[in-house]
């Protein structure tokens, strides 16, 4: 693993856009596998950014993304198909059409997982954003996956649902189920990019990169991975 500590998110955000941006210069049809959550946020503005300033073009990049609630309207202000929209999609020339995430309404969840690993299976990933976390959750991988999960149906942890509460009206309405890449469907990007930065992340990360491999800490797992890059602000990297 490469760990890059930085002194702030702005500068997590920039050296994760040179990460992107170099491989979208080398290969403009990359797959590019994406997170939400508070982490990529700064990353995709640079990336709107170097789009307005024409420095960067979409229109032939592919996108997937880790995850997604289970039974809240795709429109719903905090599904993830909304916070893709307005946090990248609809800012850049990306074609929607090249863009997929979990559909959390489909009438059989089991089927709407295989289809979506098969998909992947089809498209392989160059390059895979993820955030962490408090518990080294990945994706919506919670501890105790099993490391050869695949797409799957989670049920959230407690801690994952405080975690998100923020973002809705109160814990009751925060979904109870995601759908999630699984940990053996992430293992197969090429390079996973992990993107953090808080004191709340600090012991996640600490034994992300300094703990025994064990599914207890779903990050764990990324030391097995040839071609990953972490980079954190001073405050995740407290406890290293
Ligand atoms: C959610 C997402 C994860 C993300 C995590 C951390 O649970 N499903 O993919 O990594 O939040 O979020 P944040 O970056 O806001 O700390």
């Known amino acids: 693993m490469q760990v890059i500590i930085v002194e702030n998110k702005e500068q997590i955000a920039q050296e994760a856009f040179k990460v992107l941006k170099s491989l979208i210069d080398k290969k403009p049809d990359a797959v590019l596998g994406l997170a939400t959550g508070s982490s990529p946020i700064g990353l995709y503005e640079n990336l709107i950014k170097a789009y307005n300033e024409s420095q960067l073009s979409f229109k032939d990049v592919k996108t997937v993304n880790l995850d997604e609630y289970v039974g809240i309207d795709e429109n719903h202000s905090q599904s993830y198909q909304t916070f893709m929209r307005e946090h990248l999609f609809d800012h850049i020339d990306i074609q929607l059409k090249n863009t997929f995430i979990p559909n959390g309404n489909a009438e059989d969840l089991n089927k709407e997982c295989a289809r979506y690993e098969s998909m992947l299976e089809s498209m392989h990933v160059d390059l ?7 518990n080294a959750h990945i994706g919506f991988n919670e501890p105790n996956t099993p490391f050869n999960s695949t ?6 942890a407690q801690q994952t649902r405080e975690d998100n509460a923020r973002f809705f009206d109160s814990i009751d309405e925060v979904p109870k189920q995601a759908i999630t890449m699984g940990i053996s469907s992430i293992l197969k990007a090429k390079k996973i990019l992990l993107l953090a930065s808080s004191i709340d992340k600090a012991n996640a990360i600490k034994q992300m990169i300094q703990g025994p491999i064990n599914e207890q800490v779903p990050a764990s797992v990324l030391q097995n991975h040839d071609d990953v890059v972490v980079i954190i602000d001073k405050d995740a990297a407290s406890e290293l």
């Open 151 to 156: 797409t799957h149906v989670v049920n959230l």
């Open 128 to 134: 895979q954003v993820l955030g962490i976390g408090s």
